[in-house]
């Protein structure tokens, strides 16, 4: 049948040419053998389905297990085999993709923290609340080290607010002005033998260092509540003899975020568009940032079917649990020129909570790049549209739109909640339990395949390739980048990535 129907075609042709008619052409437009049609929402999201999520999920949580015989459990942290496997699948599915992607590894240096022990006793008493802080280093020859407790002045912020009397000592600090690593780094350089924060909040307090620093020392958190006591003890001239042991250690390595950007497309103006491919070290994190990672997979296997107008890029961070280190370090790469060529970066971290809540960024143009606005009305009008319930979350500094939004470019993202509790009010907007966390097994070994909600999953997915085929299709009416600057409300967040920083 074919082949007559070919034959049919060249008869034509041969005729007409015979006869001296100009050739019109093939009677089937070649564009009609290679042309893909141009991507819409409503096809895309078509393509989107819970059962090829759940199918990727399972996956997802076999290579997870990878990192059992290093951490004695499932773990996709970076530096483990579970991540480095997490890696060879988002890169071998998109290169099963064609030439439909340009793929691009980009390798940089990290740092991984783990603490295995630690103790804090100040006079008499171990402070109930204490806590190691992330990214630590161990005491000196990881033993026990001994001295008086210090009280340091004001916020430990200013190397004059450490006493002559830190040397050998153990630095008390209250929280606040800087980050920890700061605190940490300026009692190294006043002789700190340790270094303990007390929180100027409710509860207990935990954080993390951040970037090494050789000059950074043991350094605890305990509450505020704890801390009182030895204060009022301390102004009164008492003496507190401590003591402060951790056993932890901090490694630099080299992981690798994986970008793929459409060879179609105006290269000028992507959409852009990440979730974290890492996992934190104690658990598999199927919804953080599973979710994100696979959902991006699905889409951009589903998108190859299509043509995109605008380019579309792809990024699967790595190191976002140890504050956001693969999209600090791509953004912190980019030239002014490659900057100016993002129209606008969707962040998609934890897309399936158990206890969900469809949570949208609350981005404004006034405070925030212009556009963000633009893009957080999208996801509400989508939302909106399905006769869905939705509510806002703050741009707070915990996830990878962070390094985009303080260098200018426009941000936003949904997720769907985690350690915060889930109000009465909620409970009748989305349903699940009052009072409860969102995802109860954030951070935790339980993050698995049966911690997401595959319904809500479906609907995110679906948001999401809504996102990216209208960006793909036009930026009609968004705004135009207007250049690289910072954005003030994000370079005061207590927090850069999911770990406070001060
Ligand atoms: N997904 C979390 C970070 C995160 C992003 N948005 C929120 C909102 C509330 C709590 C945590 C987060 C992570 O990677 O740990
Ligand atoms: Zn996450
Ligand atoms: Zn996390």
């Known amino acids: 049948m074919r082949q007559r129907f070919l034959n049919a075609v060249f008869l034509s042709c041969a005729t007409v040419s015979a006869l001296q008619i100009p050739f019109l052409g093939p009677l089937i437009p070649q564009n009609a053998i290679t042309k893909k049609p141009l991507v819409s929402s409503e096809a895309i999201q078509a393509d989107i389905s819970s059962k090829a999520l759940l199918k990727r999920a399972k996956e997802l949580f076999k290579i997870a297990e990878l990192g059992i015989d290093e951490y004695n459990h499932p773990t996709r942290v970076i530096g483990s085999k579970g991540h480095l496997a997490t890696l060879d699948y988002i890169y071998s599915t998109l290169a099963s993709l064609g030439s439909y992607y340009t793929l691009t590894n980009q390798t940089f240096p990290a740092v991984v923290g783990n603490t295995f022990e630690y ?19 161990p005491t000196a020859d990881k033993e026990p080290v001994f001295g008086p407790l210090v009280l340091i002045a004001n916020d430990g912020c200013d190397a004059s607010d450490y006493p002559a009397n830190t040397t050998n000592a153990i630095a008390l600090i209250q929280r606040g002005t800087c980050p920890f690593g700061t605190k940490s780094a300026l009692a190294g350089k006043a002789g700190a033998l340790a270094a303990v924060v007390y929180n100027t909040a409710e509860g207990s307090l935990s954080g993390t260092l951040g970037t090494p620093s050789k ?9 505020r509540a704890d ?16 003591s402060a042991y951790i056993d932890a250690i901090v490694q630099r390595i080299a992981t690798t975020n994986i970008i793929a950007q459409t060879t179609a497309g105006d290269a000028a103006n992507c959409v852009m ?30 998108l190859a079917k299509y043509d995109v107008r605008n380019c579309v890029r792809f990024a699967w961070w790595a190191g976002e649990e140890e504050g956001l280190l693969g999209s600090d ?12 060529k993002i129209r606008l970066f969707m962040d998609y971290d934890m897309l399936a909570s158990p206890n969900f809540a469809y949570q949208v960024y609350n981005a404004t143009n006034a405070r925030n790049p212009a556009g963000s606005e633009q893009l957080r009305d999208l996801y509400v009008e989508w939302y909106a549209a399905q006769g869905l319930n939705y509510t806002f979350i703050a741009f707070d500094g915990r996830s990878d739109y962070d390094g985009f939004i303080r260098n200018g470019i426009p ?37 698995g395949v049966e911690n997401c909600n595959l319904g809500a999953w479906e609907v995110n997915a679906r948001l999401v390739a809504h996102s990216v085929a209208t960006y793909a299709r036009s930026f009609e009416g968004f705004p135009a980048r207007t250049g690289v600057k910072g954005n003030s409300a994000a370079e005061r967040a207590l927090y850069h990535g999911p770990k406070l920083v001060m």
């Open 215 to 223: 000059h950074h020392v043991a350094t605890f958190g305990i509450s």
């Open 227 to 242: 801390a009182l006591p030895y204060m009022s003890s301390l102004q009164n001239g008492t003496v507190i003899d401590s």
């Open 119 to 137: 103790r804090l006793v100040l006079g008499a008493t171990s402070p109930n609340s204490t806590q190691a802080m992330s990214l630590t280093p």
């Open 411 to 447: 941000g936003g993202g949904i997720a769907t909640g985690a350690e915060g509790v889930k109000t009465a009010e909620e409970k009748d907007m989305f349903g699940g339990s009052e009072g409860e966390w969102f995802d109860p097994c954030y951070h935790q070994l339980c993050d």
């Open 273 to 302: 568009l990440g979730g974290h491919s890492d996992s934190v070290a104690e658990g598999p994190g199927i919804n953080d940032d599973g979710t994100g990672t696979l959902t991006l997979l699905e889409i951009a296997a589903q």
């Open 329 to 340: 370090y791509y953004v912190s790469q980019l030239s002014a020129r490659e900057n100016l």
